[in-house]
């Protein structure tokens, strides 16, 4: 049974609610008992703890602390009658420990250090970026692209990745499909130290050469060590700079900023990405990026009217029906025109 997605570090948009802005009180924990008591007696008393300090999420992250506690993934795999024994003095105060780092409106992702992305678990660590459930959907939509298109098919495929944060883009393609190499890079030693981690717990190392890369300051470094990629995965920072101010605090105080701000129009990553995806794309590989909603449309035109070696071909929507993803394709050039026609 996989973790399911709360919205503490969860879903990127939908800004009102979803990345307000609250205001964080300062609290404290509640005394711990005297005497033992069961793990859904701390459940229970946490989770009014939550409810009355604000905390979002009361029952996931309850539910998730103490699954993590009793050595399972979601609380619904483990026994009733685990959840009706007495906690060991032991695990009882690391219940306070993990339920007062949530209290202090740290993500359950890194209270209990791991996270489920598709089919992997991944190590998670603050201020390294949490995987959003919306990301999964772009690694089905680049798997599903890659089948129907048989785009490098025929020879040793590799993918690039900008801003891979824990890995998880990368690290599921390459557990999806044995064959593929991949390349990832981020701007973020901590993002780049944690994907090599993944990698290794999940075996997938030999496959994977990350590096330690800002692609708006390193360009040539970036290019001298990405070429005749088939595809270019990126779930960049995206974010308006003005909707920094309204993000939620499991966000804004726990999450690296460069993760998700995208300059003034979201747009600062994304035009790196395609003004250099000619030099790094084999013909006719392609550039798979997850957006802002508001993006596509600026996307296709600034492309058509500034990368002339790139083509856009189609918008694809999410789940909730809003446009989220842009593929984009490496159009053949004249020369290589004039070589098909020799
Ligand atoms: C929204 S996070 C996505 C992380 C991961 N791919 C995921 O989907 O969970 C964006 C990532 O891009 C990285 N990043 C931001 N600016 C960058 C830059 N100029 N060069 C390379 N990486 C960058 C950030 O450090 C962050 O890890």
Redesign the pocket.
Known sequence: MWRRCLSAGCR?FGLKGIWGSHAVRRCSAPALPAGRITALQAGDLWRSHFVENGVTEPDHSTHYIIAYLLGAKTIESLEQGKLTELLSREKTEQMWQLCTKRLSRMPVQYVIEEWD?RDLTLKMRSP?????PE?EE?VELVLRDLEETGVGADEQRTCL??????????LSLLNSLPQLKAIA????QA?VDLTRENASRLGLQDRLQVYH??????AETFLSLCSSVSALV?????LFSEDMMTLDPEISRFE?H???DGGKDGLR?IR?ILTLAPQILSSPGRVYL?VDPRHPTLIRRWVEANVEEMHYVETQQDITGRPRFCILQKEKSNKDHKLDLD
């Open positions: 990127r992305f390294v970026f949490i995987p959003r990301t772009l990745e900008v801003g891979c944060g824990s890995g998880a883009i990368s890079v981020d701007q973020s993002a890369i800002d692609v708006m300051k390193d990126s779930n960049p920072p995206y690296d460069a993760a998700l990553v790196q997850e």
